[in-house]
């Protein structure tokens, strides 16, 4: 999801109310509340502001929070990236959101890996 997943984020708990609530309209496809399903879902870190990327940084892990740039639009970061690099976190985590969580989306991290060895 782009923008940081959008509104989406803010109303998993309304969802999962949902699911507990009115399992005849919320509960019909999927077994499980929809907040647990999270670890299948990507969003861009483009939101602007270091407390909502903290929040989808809890609410997604790292592991599913990917640089967003916004191109070719002019709303994006003036430098992609500078947001999470300003940002109090662990060099593991921000080498992750700058790249790491693009690669895994893209299905490359595991055939880079190899090829770094490769070379090494």
């Given at each position: 999801f782009a923008h940081g997943g959008g509104a989406f984020p803010y109303t998993?708990?309304?969802?999962d109310r949902g699911f507990v609530s009115r399992p005849d309209l919320c509960a019909?496809?999927?077994s499980n509340p929809p907040s647990t399903y999270m670890s299948k879902v990507y969003v861009d870190s483009l939101v602007h502001d270091v407390k909502a990327l903290r929040?989808?940084?809890e609410?997604?892990?790292?592991?599913r929070v990917a640089l967003g740039s916004d191109y070719?639009?002019?709303l994006g970061e003036a430098c992609p990236?500078?947001?999470i690099e300003k940002m109090a976190l662990d060099r593991a985590t921000q080498d992750w959101l700058l790249g790491g969580a693009a690669l895994s989306f893209?299905?490359?991290?595991e055939s880079l890996r190899r090829m770094t060895q490769a070379v090494a």
């Open positions: 998993l708990g309304r969802m019909t496809h999927i929040y989808l940084i609410v997604f892990g790292r592991e070719p639009f002019p990236g500078a947001l893209l299905g490359l991290n």
